[in-house]
DNA sequence: ACATAGCGCGCG
DNA sequence: AAAGCGCGCGCTATGT
């Protein structure tokens, strides 16, 4: 290891000119909070020896008299070692590999350091290698390739005075050689990587598009989203009353059902049953009166008389209690208690274990066919799920994670190896299932807000999916659709009615129902049917999102009529599964390969599931390749401007700006989305807009 | 007390 | 018997 400043000078020369693999040892996993304690370098030096060594710029020394305890120590200054490694850094011809660098960079940045070589983030690249595996993890690839059995960070041994979970709390030199081990084996896995890449035809999709996206993703990362947190808590309020008044209709109902289960005389399952003190501590409702033995009687749960459970003296006193978050209660109320009898005339969701679902849909398949006699509590139900889901996915933990110190932003992180169509998926908030659509989507995306003095930028693309198959296919409907920017839904329902575009487009102008009825239909068969939804679920897709119920028989014409709508998309996708079934993989329009070996399973039906598949990343896995280009080319274009990216959800791209910048940057987006495309035999279109906060700007 | 599976639901 | 694809997360039920 480094622990002085003459020795990182010498370490900054000897790796001069050479390839290194780099790591960073930190306090926490927030770049804009947490602290550097060390960096890990590992290079190849003229011996053909492998060199790795962890600088420390802070750590613990044990104490003179208690060697459990640790005594915390600075090192190397942060200034010292980063003049030194900034040579290093800045070099352009040598490899710079790290696994899982978009975290390193965003500490990297804060140290002023940025590498300026040929990035290679090997577990990107173990991820381009072969998409399907579970993990792709330093520890997990490094056992699989090597066979090596690297320490388990959690086994470390730590100083008794810290949180196990600090890097600090981990004696120095067994700290120092678990950090150069990951550096000695990224550097491993880059040298063994970049020979397979290149024969797999993944070099480039790695290097023009993984790396430099990688980059986009830390600076996303880093800067995060900002929240108008007073609104967030307005709306906490507001829905909260709302949850309220609903969970309580449903619970009475469920109440009401146990209260007839007593009157019958039959057991309360024991899931019903559920401790006083833990309902008081829940924060329900609960007046009770005790008896001599501090037993408790006479008990009201929100002002309801329950009787009282306890089976020994041992045990703690029960009530019953309808948990209305319970599936299986919720069951017993409706199929049980109610007796709704499940409709037959469209297949609904059933369970594992068989019984029936109670999920939205299933709900408002019953109501459809039940409906005056449908029970009130189902609206009652639906609402409750509605502000619940608000609350709790939503506006909750966005209070929690807000950074009060930068304008309440929200930093979420974005993964590039976990989508196998190559999307980027987003956790910890995810902020690409933000609710959007309705009323609710208008409140919820309004609160995500431009900081002082800045706009936020909002571009998607429209019907992204849907050009990359009109490129495929040459489909001329489809592609008239596209150059002509007709109204696809439009063209769709004419075409599966066999009327003509401009017959249907009039008639919707005019307002004439039968013609917006097939309008409706075009638009669900196109989300629906692109990617060979089945007759059953497609039937129920319709009822459930157009209020329309078809018989089988006239959802299977439909779906005929589309395919004859788009004849040569139908072709296209045949020869996409002869493709698949002959190389057992497909390949994206960047490049990226997708393999599906479920094509040769046995089993007809996931054999078919991979052709499906492999129709979809065609689509999906293209539009994220185009999407992730114009990110690269955006975050290039509008620094200058101090402009930068916030978040990306699949089609679409917000980018934040200072005001006075905002109509410029705003062009710069859209021309930066609309210029990737040299790949497409079809137009793309993007529409973009200059807002206060994501909705407005929509 | 804790981990995991399954469901349900938000998004494109 | 079975035919959209791709995600993340909160909650309950269940098992250890």
Not at 31 to 48: C, E, I, K, M, P
Not at 188 to 203: S, V
Not at 232 to 238: P, S
Not at 634 to 649: G, K
Request: glycine share 6%.
């Amino acid at each position: 290891m480094i622990t002085d400043v003459k020795e990182m000078r010498d370490l900054a020369a000897s790796m001069m000119g050479r390839d290194f693999a780099f790591d960073v040892e930190t306090s926490g996993l927030r770049a804009h909070q947490d602290r550097t304690l060390g960096l890990s370098l590992s290079y190849v030096d003229d011996n053909d020896d492998i060199v790795s060594e962890y600088v420390v710029f802070e750590h613990t020394l044990p104490s003179a008299d208690d060697d459990t305890f640790g005594i915390p120590h600075d090192f190397i200054a942060r200034s010292d070692a980063v003049a030194a490694l900034t040579p290093v850094f800045a070099q352009t011809e040598v490899a710079m590999s790290a696994h899982n660098m978009a975290f390193d960079l965003g500490f990297l940045w804060k140290m002023g350091l940025d590498p300026k070589g040929e990035l290679h983030d090997t577990m990107i690249g173990e991820f381009l290698l072969n998409e399907n595996r579970e993990s792709y993890g330093l520890k997990q690839t490094a056992e699989r390739v090597f066979g090596a059995r690297m320490a388990v960070y959690k086994n470390l041994h730590h100083y008794l005075n810290f949180a196990k979970e600090e890097f600090m709390a981990v004696p120095l030199e067994p700290a120092a050689a678990y950090a150069e081990d990951d550096t000695k084996y990224t550097y491993l896995l880059f040298e063994r990587q970049l020979p397979m890449l290149d024969e797999e035809g993944l070099l480039t999709v790695f290097e023009r598009l993984s790396m430099p996206l990688c980059r986009v993703i830390a600076e996303m990362q880093v800067k995060g989203f900002a929240l108008d947190m007073a609104k967030v808590a307005e709306l906490r309020e507001e829905y909260g009353a709302i949850s309220a008044t609903h969970e309580h209709a449903v619970w009475s109902a469920g109440m009401d059902m146990i209260a007839d289960w007593q009157e019958q005389g039959e057991d309360i399952p024991d899931t019903y049953l559920k401790m006083i003190d833990h309902l008081v501590k829940d924060g329900v409702p609960v007046q009770a009166r005790v008896d001599d033995n501090n037993a408790p009687y006479d008990v009201h749960v929100r002002g309801r008389a329950v009787p009282v459970f306890q089976k020994t003296k041992r045990t703690k006193p029960r009530v019953p209690y309808f948990n209305v978050g319970s599936r299986t209660q919720l069951a017993d109320l409706l199929y049980g208690y109610y007796g709704i009898t499940v409709p037959t005339k469209v297949k609904v969701k059933t369970n594992k274990d068989g019984t029936v679902g109670v999920d939205k849909d299933t709900l408002k398949i019953i109501k459809h066919f039940m409906g005056d006699k449908a029970p009130k509590v189902l609206d009652d139900l639906l609402e409750w799920r509605k502000a619940d889901k608000l609350i709790g996915t939503y506006l909750d933990p966005f209070s929690r994670m807000a950074d009060p110190d930068d304008n309440y932003a929200i930093r979420a992180n974005f993964n590039q190896t976990i989508a196998r169509t190559g999307r980027l998926s987003s956790s910890s908030p995810n902020l690409q299932n933000v609710p959007s659509r309705g009323e609710l989507g208008k409140k919820v995306r309004s609160l995500f807000v431009a900081r002082p003095d800045h706009a936020l930028i909002v571009c998607d693309y429209s019907q992204l999916e849907l050009r990359l198959l009109a490129h495929y296919s040459q489909d001329e409907a489809l592609l008239r659709a596209f150059t002509e920017n007709l109204d696809l839904h439009t063209m769709t329902g004419a075409r599966q009615a066999g009327l003509t575009y401009e017959e249907l487009a009039e008639r919707v102008a005019n307002e004439d129902p039968e013609a917006k009825l097939l309008r409706t239909i075009g638009k669900s068969a196109n989300f629906g049917l692109s990617y060979g939804m089945g007759a059953k679920k497609y039937q129920v897709y319709l009822l459930v999102n157009n209020g329309i119920y078809f018989d089988i028989e006239d959802v299977q014409k439909q779906i005929d009529g589309f395919n004859e709508a788009y004849p040569r998309l139908y072709a296209w996708k045949q020869e996409v599964f002869e493709e698949v079934r002959r190389k057992g993989y497909v390949k994206t329009i960047g490049g990226r390969k997708r393999r599906l070996p479920e094509i040769y399973s046995g089993d007809i039906w996931e054999a078919r599931a991979a052709e499906r598949q492999a129709v979809n990343v065609k689509a999906q896995g293209g539009g994220a390749d185009i999407v992730g280009l114009a990110m690269i080319r955006i975050q290039e274009r509008v620094r200058p401007y101090n402009a930068y990216n916030v978040v990306q959800v699949h089609d679409e791209i917000v980018v934040e700006s200072p005001t006075e910048h905002a109509e410029t940057v705003l062009q710069i987006v859209k021309d930066s989305m609309i210029e990737v495309n040299n790949l497409l035999k079809c137009p793309l279109a993007v529409e973009g807009t200059i807002g206060p906060n994501w909705y407005e700007a929509k």
